[in-house]
């Protein structure tokens, strides 16, 4: 069945730099765009960035652009997000969510409809 | 492109039948999706394409709209579907979601 699985969130100081990956299984990862969505504590969802399957197609959020960076390796089935100069504001549970697009005669519609369980991200001194 | 939600919360019995509303502000055809998410779970697809049900979502939800003005209806409410429920437009490829309506029991 498909199944993303998070990994590498922590502690880590105002400032400081992390890198998360997201493995995947169960599908073909290289015919998926993927996404990195986060939810701060008592927060809502924030959709953060977005890689292409074939990874020439980036998009970001204003809040982590310059900041983070989305990358993908398809050999590894993986994702990861390299965040830099983390802020308190980043403190937050970040997910990957697949997106999958629906065909209905020429018009692609686009929604997320696997996700992992998601990891702890928490920016504190 | 923002999107707001009304209610922001609300509160139901068991059997009710809620609607959640979502108002893009801009015209965003049906590219319109909900989402439900409960406390340390991953949020969970229920509707793409402002209509469309997701496959294994149960039939008592319900997705209407076009434009600017979306709904989500959920009939005969189930103990589970107390959770809470988000729309994420998709119509720009920087994605965005509303703020959230919290259904509780």
């Known amino acids: 069945q498909v199944q993303l699985v998070e990994s590498g969130g922590g502690l880590v100081k105002p400032g400081g730099s992390l890198r998360l990956s997201c493995t995947a299984s169960?599908?073909?990862?290289?015919?998926?765009?993927i996404s990195w969505i986060r939810q701060a504590p008592g927060k809502g969802l924030e959709w953060i960035a977005y890689?292409?399957?074939?990874?020439?197609?980036?998009y970001y959020a204003d809040s982590v652009r310059d900041r983070f960076t989305i990358s993908r390796d398809n050999a590894k089935n993986s994702l990861y997000l390299q965040m830099n100069r983390l802020r308190a504001e980043d403190t937050a549970v970040y997910y990957c969510?697949?997106?999958?697009?629906?065909?209905?005669?020429?018009?692609?519609?686009?929604?997320?409809?696997?996700w992992g369980q998601g990891t702890l991200v928490t920016v504190s001194s | 492109i923002q999107l707001t939600q009304s209610p922001s919360s609300l509160s139901a019995f068991v059997g009710d039948t809620v609607t959640v509303t979502c108002r893009s502000s801009?015209?965003?055809?049906?590219?319109l999706n909900w989402y439900q998410k409960k406390p340390g779970k991953a949020p969970k697809l229920l509707i793409y394409?402002?209509?469309s049900l997701h496959s294994g979502v149960p039939s008592r939800f319900s997705g209407s709209g076009s434009g600017t003005e979306f709904t989500l209806t959920i009939s005969s409410l189930q103990p589970e579907d107390f959770a809470t429920y988000y729309c994420?437009?998709?119509?720009?490829?920087?994605?965005?979601f509303g703020p959230g309506t919290r259904l509780d029991i």
């Open positions: 969510a697949r997106e999958s697009v629906f065909d209905s005669g020429g018009f692609y519609f686009y929604y997320f409809d696997s």
């Open positions: 169960g599908f073909t990862f290289s015919d998926h765009y």
């Open positions: 890689i292409s399957n074939g990874g020439t197609t980036i």
């Open positions: 801009q015209d965003i055809s049906i590219y």
């Open positions: 394409a402002a209509s």
């Open positions: 994420l437009q998709s119509f720009s490829t920087l994605f965005t």
